[in-house]
């Protein structure tokens, strides 16, 4: 398992009709429906367990060894390897949830499995999450890498659509201890296909065993700091998601409930958003390259801000809809171009760590935005605090408009 087949020589073959992507993205997808089966089957088995705030708070204390420990994880990547990395966190992922699943099966032992289970999904995902964002420049040519992140997106949004109702069956039919076995067996399907995977090797670095993990580290924030481009993107990259989680998260559901648009109705939005995500992967997916992707990309993170805005103000769930299909567009193109850009702009040794300060704004910072728009909400109402959401997104594309090396930046031909 810790052989690393070599890669063949990098071809102008596009990343959809390459095998060796292909089983990448075969892993990813499963272990991708497998995580939302798992948190269909967490959320189940807390609910059963202990009282609403109690199953609340199992569900929220994954994202604190997450948030603490994601620096460290881009660290471990780089060192180690990406593909070790994604290997060793899947095989205990998959070991963890099968142990909880079969725990379930011969007795009721109460919250402290899930929270327990909970704590080390959010340490494994520390050193998962910046591995993933490494891997893809490991995998193919720096030309397919837009193509790549598509593909990452329609496979993201796969796992997003199949993943809830597969664990909401199972959960139906056979209770959270079949769901936790189901998903379980989806995150050790990815083991073996990423074990298949050709990876490119990156040059020996024979100063490695004399370095700390602590000094790899300040090397990594430093690289991040000084380059042109990384920067102003990460920062970009930021304010986007700071912007964007709390009014498409649980203030849609807000909204939902103040309009009398009811639970089927913030469905459909939730859906249009998910279309309009699914066509900006497909786009990159079949383009495999757009120009001006600097530009492009600061110029969507705009325009999606406007449509988070505007959403508060649209009369019927029609209109909300097709406002959502825009902002799933947009936020899906920008995404995704940035993805790209942090993947060709970064030194291949250094990706683990960028991925990871990337991934700790996203996944650590970005949600704790959540209560705070909730309780804004409560105090001045939807419209202000989607506008200031909105604002706070803008400056994204603001900032990134601004730095002519991010504006003029391009994805390799």
Known sequence: MTAVPQAPVATDRPA???????RWLGAYASSMIGDNVYYIALSWA?????TPSQAGLVMAVSAVPRALLMLGGGVVADRFGPRKVVIGSDAVRCVAVLAVAALLFTASPGLWPLALLAIV?????AVFMPAVGALPARVTSRGQLARVQGMRGLAIRLANVVGAPIGGLCVALGGAAAAFGLAGMLIAVSVPLLVSVRMKDLPADDEVAQRTPWRDLRDGLGYIRRHPVLAPLIVAIALGDLGFVGPLNVGLTLLADQ?????SGMGWVLAGFGAGAGAAGMLLTVRGRLPHAGRVSALAILAGALAIGSLAYVPTVAAAVGVALLIGLLAGLSGALCGALLQTQADPAYLGR????SGIVSLGLAPLSMPLTAAAIGWWGTGPVFVTSAV???????LALSVAPLRRAELPK
């Open 16 to 22: 959809h009709r390459d095998g060796n992507v292909l």
């Open 392 to 398: 706070v997104c803008g400056l994204g594309g603001v």
């Open 354 to 357: 960028v991925s990871s300060v």
């Open 259 to 263: 309009r009398g648009w009811g639970a």
């Open 46 to 50: 807390a609910v059963q367990a202990g």
């Open 121 to 125: 999904f959010g340490a494994v995902d």
